[in-house]
């Protein structure tokens, strides 16, 4: 009896030895479980003409949602959230967006070693092999399309320039289970002979982005009764939020992560490279009327080089070590640790670094939120350094 008890317990231990982890060992999420729905919303304003499809301006939009625990749940993998709810109209739209999604997946997450800035190699596995075996990951998203009436707060994410609308999973179901409307959105569409993320030259319009961000912004706002209503951008996308949003008293808060202005001093570069930003900022010194978190791995805890020029009533300014990637504000960027130990990464442990830090960015941004919720005040200029 002695020794079957010896092996019993020692079956135990290779089990948690071995145990694969997944996302939510380190994203906690909150006292709701989490809906997800997406829906089209059509711009009048714009049109769009590529491929099968001539009409007005198309936006696919995901919504995550707090709805009440379920007895039984069906989560989505991730390979579900490249697929949006097909539209007939739309339908060879859909399937070029699905595949510049993961091209850019690949490109973006998979082909770079972070512990030697080299090409990644996975063994037997080639890099379609990797991204197949990461779309069946699990999430904590249960499609679910009754949002109906609510007072529940709006968060409004922008991905940015060649980004997924849904890089961010994780970041959108830590906030719906604590209560949130996540909405997101296509904001870029793919045109015949451009790369994707751009506009063939005689298709650029004057103020379209910001206009589109507006017009998702009213399409958020007609999905709660709140008037809380907040913005979360990366890279490109947190830009947009400073070029939309100036004297905007619609939004409560604005949250930033690495506009990639931050680690620049030379003025008249910037201006050259993000004039828009440079324009609001510096020529027109426009007063931002809601508090701002910009976040940036430079290393330091002090206000942003530029960015401290920003007017608003109250900034944070959140640093963390250099070596945290401009992506790893990103859920996409933490996705092939959780593959199976079988798959060879020399750079696990590097990622799984960044995922710490990824999750106190998280509780930090929720600080932030409750916060103004709670009309809490602090400091004009707070300065904050997130430690390992």
């Known amino acids: 009896m002695k020794s079957i008890i010896i092996i019993y317990l020692t079956f135990l231990q290779c089990i948690t030895i071995y145990a694969q982890e997944n996302f939510y060992d380190f994203v906690k999420l909150g006292d709701y479980q989490v809906g997800i729905t997406d ?74 070693n972070l512990k030697t800035g080299k090409v990644n190699l996975y063994g037997k596995y080639s890099y379609e092999d990797v991204f197949d075996l990461i779309g069946r990951l699990e999430t904590r998203s249960i499609p679910d399309s009754n949002i109906g009436d609510s007072n529940f707060p709006i968060i409004i994410y922008h991905n940015g320039s060649q980004g997924h609308p849904f890089e961010n999973f994780a970041m959108a179901e ?13 904001f870029e569409l793919q045109f015949d002979n451009t790369p994707f993320g751009m506009l063939p030259y005689e298709r650029y319009i004057t103020d379209e982005e910001e206009e589109s961000l507006q017009s998702i912004t009213k399409f958020a706002k007609s999905l ?20 939309t949003f100036g004297e905007d008293n619609s939004i409560k808060g604005m949250i930033s992560l690495e506009t990639s202005i931050e680690f620049k001093t030379d003025y008249e570069k910037i201006k050259e490279m993000w004039p828009e930003v440079y324009q609001k900022v510096i020529t027109e010194k426009v007063n931002y009327p809601f508090p701002i978190l910009f976040c940036a791995a430079t290393g330091e805890k002090k206000p942003f080089n530029f960015l401290e020029n920003v007017k608003a009533p109250q900034i ?7 070596e945290f990637e401009h992506n790893a504000h990103l859920s996409f960027f933490y996705l092939r ?4 130990n079988e798959v060879q990464q020399a750079d696990k442990a590097i990622l799984k670094n960044r995922l710490t830090l990824y999750v106190k960015h998280l509780d930090i941004m929720y600080d932030f939120i409750e916060r103004i919720l709670n009309n809490e005040n602090k400091d004009v200029i707070e300065s904050i350094f997130i430690e390992e």
């Open 316 to 322: 944070s300014f959140v640093s963390t070590k250099t």
């Open 224 to 243: 709660t009764n709140s008037s809380s209503i907040f913005f979360i951008g990366h890279s490109m996308g947190a830009q947009m939020g400073l070029r």
């Open 39 to 112: 829906t089209l919303v059509l711009d009048a304003k714009y049109d769009y003409n590529a491929y099968d499809y001539k009409g007005q301006k198309p936006y696919f939009v995901k919504i995550w949602h707090p709805i009440k625990k379920k007895d039984k749940n069906i989560y989505l993998n991730v390979s579900d959230l490249f697929v949006f709810k097909q539209n007939t109209n739309l339908k060879t739209v859909q399937e070029q967006l699905t595949t510049k999604y993961k091209n850019l997946f690949i490109e973006d997450y998979l082909t770079e």
């Open 337 to 340: 640790y959780f593959l199976d």
């Open 174 to 186: 830590y906030f719906a289970s604590r209560g949130f409307i996540f909405v997101t959105a296509s």
